[in-house]
């Protein structure tokens, strides 16, 4: 058995020895409390050990709470470019809505936007936004050696892949089918989709011996078919998919004094309206456009109908082209006859039109009226009848009835409902609509997180 170590002994000073020489000697041979000599000098390296990995900690902590707040940013941001009328303002107001809520907070951190993207693999895809944030993070214990902050950063990418489909045929309903194909109604709709912001389970139907051929649908509700709708290889369609914003909500109606009261022509001699030539001054009819017979062509310009009916009876025929015709207080389509030949197209990029390109009917919201049902806008036409534009009602339903066999090589319709029926035989050709200045309305795709 080991023998414990014999205390050390104190040597004690003998007569005449240097006491101060002795009590050194004593001192530094002395073993007793060297830890605590120890501790001391180690501490200080120990505590900031400690704090730097608390440090460490927290900024982990921060970046984790900054990225979740950049995906979240990413992800409005893009629902947000779905909006054919989004810009990098309303994309960015979007974005920094949703980072709020998931910690950003405008005191210690920046946030940017950009759509496309700037950098990364995404930057040909304009239904790709990326968020780009910074946040500045205040120094606890590593203040000594890094300064009173550092600056930490998140990225974000998200894309609806593209958002390349496009619609042809919008309602803004949002309670009642929006779409609606019956009767013999024949309709085809190439290189464009079906899309109605309602959430009934008949959004989109097709009804009687009512036929749909379309590229595919969106509805935020679902579909009622009787077996009429066609769609594309590929289509799955897409129910209780997210709303469409209106595209031409920000436009406004011009509120000038009337040029004339009323406008019937009723000879079989063709004639034209002049107009003003012009899209900032439009040439005002107070009243009823009826042509009963004979045709009038309309030179390009901006035209309204100041609360009167946009009408052509059986002998009756209306054509211009770079033409925008506004209805207001009450005037709508009432009725185009089914033997009646219209072809009206829309301003082009060409025509410098301004906010008024590509629009062909804009019936004022700010005061028409409610209207839906066969009483609403009626257009019939026949086989040589053809519109190329953007048809917008956004209060009313619009119904294309009757003997409707017209072609339209890019005919959009934005309204509170659109019906088909009778033995119309409509054909729409979405693909020719960017040369016909028409706004794409873009069908909402699946959001995600991409980088």
Do not use: H
């Not at 946040?135 to 550092?150: E, H």
């Not at 949002?174 to 008949?202: E, K, L, R």
């Not at 594309?232 to 129910?239: A, E, F, K, R, Y």
Request: proline letters at 3%; charged letters at 15%; aromatic letters at 6%.
């Amino acid at each position: 058995m080991k023998s414990a170590r014999p205390a050390r002994k104190i040597k004690k000073p003998r007569s005449g020895d240097n006491a101060r020489a002795v009590f050194l000697e004593n001192l530094f041979s002395d073993r007793r409390g060297g830890i605590v000599v120890m501790f001391a000098l180690l501490l200080p390296i120990m505590v900031a050990f400690v704090g730097l990995g608390l440090e460490v900690g927290l900024w982990f902590q921060s970046k984790r709470d900054l990225q979740t707040a950049a995906d979240a940013a990413a992800i409005a941001g893009a629902y947000e470019a779905q909006d054919s009328s989004a810009t990098s303002a309303t994309i960015l107001t979007a974005a920094t809505t949703d980072a709020t809520r998931n910690s950003y907070s405008a005191t210690t951190d920046t946030i940017a936007t950009s759509n496309p993207p700037g950098t990364g693999s995404y930057t040909a895809d304009n239904g790709a936004v990326e968020i780009n944030m910074t946040r500045s993070v205040s120094m606890l214990f590593a203040n000594t050696y890094l300064g009173n902050s550092i600056s930490i950063s998140a990225r974000a990418v998200a894309t609806t892949g593209g958002g390349t489909d496009e619609a042809c045929v919008l309602s803004l309903d949002t309670s009642d089918t929006g779409v609606s194909v019956g009767g013999n109604g024949n309709i085809t709709f190439d290189g464009c989709q079906v899309a109605s912001n309602s959430s009934s389970s008949s959004a989109l139907s097709v009804s009687g011996s009512g036929a749909l051929i379309t590229d595919c649908y969106s509805v935020v509700g679902d579909i009622s078919d009787n077996g009429g709708l066609t769609v594309d290889n590929g289509c799955t369609g897409s129910t209780g998919a997210s709303s469409i914003t209106d595209p031409y909500s920000s436009l406004t109606a011009p509120n000038e004094s009337c040029d004339i009261n009323g406008y019937t022509y009723n000879t079989n001699a063709p004639t034209t309206i002049t107009g003003t030539g012009s899209y900032s001054d439009a040439y005002t009819i107070c009243g009823d456009f009826w042509v009963k017979k004979g045709t009038v062509t309309l030179s390009p310009g901006l035209y309204v109908i100041d609360g009167g009916d946009f009408k052509s009876n059986a002998q009756g025929s209306i054509t211009g082209t770079g033409v925008t015709i506004i209805l207001k207080n009450g005037g709508q389509i009432n009725n185009i006859n089914g033997s009646s030949t219209v072809n009206l197209s829309a301003p082009v990029a060409a025509d410098s039109a301004g906010d008024w390109e590509g629009i062909l009917f804009f019936q004022d919201p700010d005061t028409t009226s409610s209207c839906t049902g066969n009483n609403c806008n009626t257009l019939n036409g026949n086989s040589s009848t053809t519109f190329q534009g953007a048809m917008y009602f956004p209060d009313q339903e619009i119904n294309m009835n009757g003997g409707n066999e017209g072609s339209s090589p890019c005919l959009q319709i934005v309204a509170l409902r659109v019906g088909f029926s009778g033995s119309s035989n409509l054909a729409m050709d979405g693909s020719t609509c960017s040369a016909a200045g028409v706004t794409p309305i873009y069908i909402p795709g699946d959001v995600k997180l991409v980088e």
